[in-house]
């Protein structure tokens, strides 16, 4: 098994510490539930560069309500230097640690031609594309009522076809290696009727990309209560032959490798006895290894756990 989406700093740390110790721990974590290899994943708006070159693009959005919101959230988070990250994290790997230099790159609409410019100079092994805002509306921000106060005010059907243009551009942009939580505009619970149109079109983009997809237990921990993708989505993605990643979405040390033995019995349950692992940003397969002796499998995949999100700690965006 993988988990390749980790973070090292939670969306409410400002302070954005590079610490060895802290790596080591989540590997320990990752190892006791059977998890072989970890991606570092962190976000690609934590980085100065990337505040420099992007911001403030949330202005072309005529929603001028939302960009307060907007550059509150940057202004918090653009405060490690990539640099200094890529350097932390080559030294856990030559420190025999199991872990993959990655980064989650969020979609910037028309930017990502200069994103890919960026980041070329970098040894990444895999890069995690993702949408997190439809223009400056951070749809996923569970923790704004700025961002939540759009859900009651827009329409299900044209939000997910938004969503969906974005990923479609995201995947065509050459800036990605896997597609992150594919289906995340369901965070907060809000699902068309007949989602089979978007369903298609997503795994349509993964596959004509010639990209890997993630299947994240992150969507367990919010309002959704569900695995990313959807069953019916995953499906589709293992019907057009597109690899597979799993991700925990961790931000937190006791999140790392969250209910993989769940996410074994999923991938079981379509057949997936392979996933796809990274080497500068060259795809390999790597078989899910059962899990091992003494950790107890979790409930059915699509059970209950509680009530499907952690008010504590499970609401940050992903």
């Not at 200094?84 to 030294?91: F, G, K, M, Q, S």
């Not at 960026?118 to 704004?144: I, K, M, T």
């Not at 859900?151 to 800036?175: F, H, I, Q």
Request: net charge negative.
């Amino acid at each position: 098994m993988l988990d390749y989406h980790l973070h090292l700093w939670p969306h409410d740390q400002r302070d954005t510490p590079l610490d060895l110790e802290q790596v080591a721990a989540y590997c320990e974590r990752a190892a006791a539930a059977g998890v072989v290899e970890v991606a570092l994943t962190e976000h690609l708006f934590r980085f100065v560069q990337a505040k420099g070159l992007l911001g403030p693009f949330w202005e072309a959005d005529p929603a001028a309500h939302l960009h307060g919101s907007m550059a509150a959230y940057w202004q918090h988070h653009a405060t490690a230097d990539l640099d200094r990250y890529v350097d932390a994290v080559l030294e856990a790997k030559r420190a025999g640690l199991p872990v993959v230099l990655g980064l989650e790159v969020d979609w910037y609409a028309g930017r990502m031609g200069a994103v890919g410019d960026l980041l070329a100079g970098y040894p990444f092994d895999v890069l995690l594309g993702s949408v997190h805002w439809l223009g400056a509306w951070r749809f996923d921000d569970l923790d704004d009522p700025v961002s939540m106060a759009e859900w009651p005010a827009r329409e299900v059907d044209a939000v997910w076809t938004a969503y969906v243009d974005a990923l479609e551009e995201l995947a065509a942009s050459g800036a990605c290696d896997v597609l992150a939580h594919p289906d995340l505009v369901k965070v907060a619970g809000h699902r068309p009727g007949r989602p089979q149109e978007w369903w298609d079109r997503i795994a349509e983009a993964v596959a004509r990309q010639r990209l890997a997809a993630e299947v994240s237990s992150a969507g367990w921990r919010k309002p959704v209560g569900e695995q990313y993708p959807a069953e019916g989505l995953l499906v589709r993605l293992a019907a057009h032959g597109v690899p597979l990643t799993t991700a925990s979405d961790a931000h937190r040390q006791e999140e790392v490798a969250d209910r993989a033995d769940e996410l074994r019995a999923l991938l079981a349950s379509i057949g997936v006895d392979r996933l796809q692992g990274f080497r500068r940003r060259q795809g390999h397969s790597v078989p899910v290894a059962r899990a091992p002796a003494g950790v107890a499998a979790g409930p059915a995949p699509g059970a209950p756990s509680g009530n499907g999100s952690d008010p504590g700690r499970g609401q940050e965006p992903s």
